[in-house]
């Protein structure tokens, strides 16, 4: 399966430390996905990055990429209580139209 | 504009029944997705559609079938339900293979 990995399964942190998030994958890819889903909702899309791209921002996310060591992080800065949530990775195999979803990591924000 | 919606959003069956979610979005979408999620688990994909009147095997299709006669619309079927088809199933779309668009999710319960 290609199916990514996230690290850690869990985390919890206070209120306005960062939040790093790590997604581990198989295979080539042409480009990798953040989602968020907050309990009991769907997921809501966040940032992706192309294969060819090492970095990214997108307000107080920050999302990299290694594609020689097949990673991706997902960077939080100053976190709040509203970040609170599960996040996935999700990567697609070269020339595929289907994403294929990691487990998440559950981050909790502690006021 | 409603994006992506599911009905029902809560459903109990007793094994052997069936029934059929409905997924629909407005937002012109050729890539259509139905996906699982177990407890501590991400999505797997059980079939999606490239655009209307096709349909592709996902991770996990057996025990179901999906129509898309309608560009708009994408339906589930669950033939024969089973206990182990207890799930939240979400609906996706998107544009091409990128950023994937969700609907709330649909809780189901097989007794």
């Known amino acids: 399966s290609q199916q990514g990995e996230e690290d850690p399964q869990a985390l919890s942190i206070q209120e306005g430390e960062n939040a790093t998030m790590n997604c581990s994958y198989k295979?080539?890819?042409?480009?990798l996905q953040w989602y968020r889903q907050n309990s009991g909702r769907g997921l809501v899309h966040l940032i992706l990055?192309?294969?060819?791209?090492r970095e990214k921002h997108s307000g107080r996310l920050r999302v990299t990429l290694d594609t020689s060591k097949k990673s991706s992080s997902l960077l939080i800065t100053a976190s709040r209580a509203a970040d609170t949530a599960s996040y996935f990775c999700a990567t697609d195999w070269q020339g595929a139209q289907k994403l294929v979803f990691g487990q998440g990591t559950r981050l909790t924000i502690n006021p | 504009n409603a994006g992506v919606t599911q009905t029902p959003k809560f459903r109990v069956l007793k094994t052997g029944q069936s029934m059929t979610l409905l997924c629909a979005q407005d937002m012109n979408h050729e890539y259509m997705y139905w996906y699982r999620q177990d407890p501590g688990m991400g999505l797997r994909l059980i079939h999606y559609?490239?655009?209307?009147?096709?349909?592709a095997k996902g991770e996990v299709p057996d025990g179901y079938n999906v129509s898309r006669l309608k560009k708009q619309n994408f339906l589930l079927g669950l033939e024969s339900a089973a206990p182990s088809q207890t799930s939240v199933y979400f609906c996706?779309?998107?544009?091409?293979?990128?950023?994937?668009?969700f609907g709330p999710g649909t809780r189901l319960t097989v007794l």
């Open positions: 295979t080539s890819i042409n480009n």
């Open positions: 559609s490239v655009g209307e009147g096709t349909t």
């Open positions: 996706a779309s998107s544009r091409a293979a990128g950023e994937q668009f």
């Open positions: 990055i192309r294969s060819n791209e």
